[in-house]
Nanobody
Framework: QVQLVETGGGSVRTGGSLRLSCTAS????????VGWFRQAPGKGREGLAC????????FLAASVEGRFTVSRDNSKNSVYLQMDNLNTDDSAVYYC??????????????WGQGTQVTVSP
């Protein structure tokens, strides 16, 4: 079983940027497709991205396309989420997780503790 830890969250003003990191332990990350989802208070889970084990983008949500970029470095057992041009709708807890294509949407498992992102006006 792989364990994931997210870091890099914080507070930023509208238009600012943050870079989130996710580091794996317990297993080699190169065996997994890995991505990100987020959840805001009172809202459901929103899948953001999924990368295959070689780093190719399998899924990127339209709501963040052009603003967020995802990448991975298997040699460091890490994945990243670069977030630019943030707005208040991006405020949420962000999680990295293993991912795969489900019946109607991408599914996520083995997520970490999450990291809080707060965007102020």
């Amino acid at each position: 079983q792989v364990q994931l830890v997210e870091t890099g969250g914080g507070s930023v003003r509208t238009g600012g940027s943050l870079r989130l990191s996710c580091t794996a332990s317990g297993d080699n990350l190169e065996y997994y497709a890995v991505g990100w989802f987020r959840q805001a208070p009172g809202k459901g889970r929103e899948g953001l991205a999924c990368l295959n084990n070689l780093g190719a983008t399998a899924f990127l949500a339209a709501s963040v396309e052009g603003r967020f970029t995802v990448s991975r470095d298997n040699s460091k057992n890490s994945v990243y989420l670069q977030m630019d041009n943030l707005n208040t709708d991006d405020s949420a807890v962000y999680y990295c997780a293993t991912c795969w294509a489900g019946i109607k949407e991408y599914e996520y498992d083995d997520w970490g503790q999450g990291t809080q992102v707060t965007v102020s006006p």
